[in-house]
């Protein structure tokens, strides 16, 4: 395996430059779209009954697995439920080898990893009118009573399938497919536009 350390991953959006449309008058409140640093992303596949495998995941990453539709998040590491027997373990670049070679290495019973780092983008959504910007090109409820923090889904983002997670009231991650990353800041922040957007590169 080559080391993730060695070859770092190489940003999807790296040809998209920052764009800013003011925010107009009666404006709910202006959105926020930043690329996220570069993290290290492995699939995680898994029984959840699995008592080994989950004290191992709290020792990683400080967080046990999830449950269905959620995501638990520490500092720079995150586990987010992908399906009944998948996550996706998110942390800070260059960890990735060392995550993945303790789990390899734990005699867990049926457990694989694969590292997918480089097969995804990282979006951040901020702003008073995010959940009404986001549910204009998305089917989920994201109703603040029902799309509460924690909460995460996989969903279609206009013609993208993306992984949706919401971190605060009004704050937003977006995970989606490298090829995907440039179509969903033009889908995003075209529909940020009714209320001021600003979208900041890495």
Not at 23 to 41: C, M, Q, R
Not at 112 to 133: F, H
Not at 138 to 164: E, K, N, R
Request: hydrophobic share 45%; net charge neutral; aromatic share 4%.
């Amino acid at each position: 395996m080559v080391s993730s350390a060695v070859l770092p991953g190489r940003s999807a959006l790296s040809q998209v430059a920052a764009i800013q449309h003011p925010v107009p008058k009666g404006s709910a409140g202006k959105i926020t779209i930043k690329e996220a640093p570069f993290h290290d992303l492995i699939n995680l596949r898994c029984q959840p009954d699995n008592k080994m495998a989950n004290a191992l995941i709290k020792k990683l990453t400080s967080h046990s697995l999830p449950s269905a539709n959620q995501a638990a998040q520490a500092g720079d590491r995150a586990v987010i439920w992908l399906g009944p027997d998948e996550w996706l373990i998110m942390a800070e670049a260059g960890a990735a080898n060392t995550i993945m070679a303790n789990i390899e290495t734990a005699n867990l019973g049926h457990v694989a990893t694969t590292e997918v780092s480089n097969a995804y983008g990282i979006l951040t959504v901020n702003g008073k009118p995010s959940r009404q910007m986001l549910a204009k090109h998305c089917a989920i409820d994201l109703d603040a009573g029902v799309f509460t923090s924690g909460t995460a889904v996989q969903t279609i983002m206009g013609h993208a399938g993306i992984i949706l997670i919401a971190t605060d009231e009004n704050s937003f991650t977006v995970i989606g497919r490298s090829s995907f990353m440039p179509y969903l800041v033009a889908l995003l922040t075209d529909a940020s536009i009714e209320y001021g957007v600003e979208y900041r590169p890495a």
